[in-house]
T-cell receptor, first 117, second 113 residues
């Protein structure tokens, strides 16, 4: 079984600054994906960024980038130039690559990020 | 396409009553998932459908929980004899074959009183 841990329940950042959200995971799998999902207040969860475990290069999506350390089982999210619209719950999630449960996601407990003006 | 739709958005029920939630996935998505999210926690996987086949249901929380997707389109999640501990947000997600991205609905918030 997989576990995902987010050790920062809440964080805040000033608008335009950079913030890093932490995530660690535990698995015996070698083929998997890692994700960061964003859940804005009262809105649906959306995908922020995805990382394939077999790729050494860290994924980037505009202002969002990850630091993937496979040996350490660490997967942090960096948000640059934070914007007010980045205020949300952020969930780190794990997906086994080949699973009877399709694309089943195992989520961490979440980090509530507040961007302050 | 308006994305994944869930109905109702909120449900208040008395303990012991049965409740049923509906999920309409994005139309071309053949994979459908149900998750439960309790306050302050991440979503927890419940069950998975590929088309009309329920391929994973061992994570349903008890035999009071059941789900269907009769024609491979919309899905229902039923909870029988609700308990206060069932109070949570129930999320539905869908994805197309070959994609790892899950598209989530806004959820149904259940309150059992």
């Amino acid at each position: 079984a997989q576990t995902v841990t987010q050790s920062q329940p809440e964080m805040s950042v000033q608008e335009a600054e950079t913030v890093t959200l932490s995530c660690t995971y535990d698995t015996s799998e070698n083929n998997y994906y890692l994700f960061w999902y964003k859940q804005p207040p009262s809105r649906q969860m959306i995908l922020v960024i995805r990382q394939e475990a077999y790729k050494q290069q860290n994924a980037t999506e505009n202002r969002f980038s990850v630091n993937f350390q496979k040996a350490a089982k660490s997967f942090s999210l960096k948000i640059s130039d934070s914007q007010l619209g980045d205020t949300a719950m952020y969930f780190c999630a794990f997906m086994k690559r080949y699973s009877n449960a399709g694309n089943m996601l195992t989520f961490g407990g979440g980090t509530r990020l507040m961007v302050k003006p | 396409d308006t994305g994944v739709s869930q109905d109702p958005r909120h449900k208040i029920t008395k303990r012991g009553q049965n409740v049923t939630f509906r999920c309409d996935p994005i139309s071309e998505h053949n994979r459908l998932y149900w998750y439960r999210q309790t306050l302050g926690q991440g979503p927890e996987f419940l069950t998975y459908f590929q088309n009309e086949a329920q391929l994973e249901k061992s994570r349903l929380l008890s035999d009071r929980f059941s789900a269907e997707r009769p024609k491979g389109s919309f899905s229902t999640l039923e909870i029988q004899r609700t308990e206060q501990g069932d109070s949570a947000m129930y999320l539905c997600a869908s994805s197309p074959q070959g994609s790892t991205e899950a598209f989530f609905g806004q959820g149904t918030r259940l309150t059992v009183v």
